[in-house]
């Protein structure tokens, strides 16, 4: 952990009711995958949520209608900042695997697409921000490679049970205009860089700086009610009105 406090936007990814059978109990109660961003401009062009497959999850009680499915270390962390149904502790009503989430379906806030599915990503970390991601493929090139991963690789998708449905219908969303790579700059880079799979860590981490460097500072939003605004402007209104809505919590670590 660094010296110096990051702060994220958690999302909450409502999970579509009916529940597996694995936490079938919580039915009644809202339950969310608890997703780590500091990129809350970014939510219209979501496609998935990602986890780690080998990754340990649980179900913590927030408040006496909300569940969140993320690691015991950010919920012990978020205990501590005021968000936790018992004061100051981490109440665990079901442990879970990431492979458990797989296939969920979830409802997630600004989303273009009404449904979409948690899909398993190998670059997930469980000891930073909840260990849940929101996909974002037309602007971070790790959630494009991944996405590219499942969509080209039919092994890949029955490895971890993966159905067909949960990931070819969704297309990476054009959101935000890049001045040098574009209306999908992630996949550009991509491209340009001949990333081949989502475990070229070095490129994609070259790639992830030069995204994020044009795309915040210079870029220009072209969906959602802020069309036309510079991203730097309409991050902390984006942000704001999730958090007035009650469809994203802050979280420090
Ligand atoms: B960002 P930092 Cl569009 N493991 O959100 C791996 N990656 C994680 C993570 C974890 N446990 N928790 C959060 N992240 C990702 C959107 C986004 C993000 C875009 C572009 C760039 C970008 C959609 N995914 O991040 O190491 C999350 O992805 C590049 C900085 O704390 C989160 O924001 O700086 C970002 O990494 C936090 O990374």
New binding site residues.
Partial sequence: EGVVP?E?TLIKMEVVPPFPAEFAHLEGRKVYLA?????PE?MY??TNA?V?PDGKYGAFEINDSDVFILTERAARNLAYQGLSRVHEKATCLVELTGQELIGLPLRSPLSFYEKIYCLP?L??????????????P??????FMALQDLKLKPPFRDKFGVKDEWVLPFEVIPIIHHPEFGDKS?EKICTDMKIKSQNERQKLDVA?KV??KG?FYEGTMIAGEHTGKRVQDAKNLIRNKLLDDNQAVVYSE
């Avoid at 037309?138 to 959630?143: A, F, L, R």
């Fill in positions: 990051q994220y997703a780590a961003t500091l990129r970014t062009g979501q990602w780690l990503m670059s997930v970390l469980t000891d930073k921000g909840t260990g849940i991601v929101t996909s974002v037309s602007d971070s090139p790790d959630d992630a992830k995204i994020y795309g």
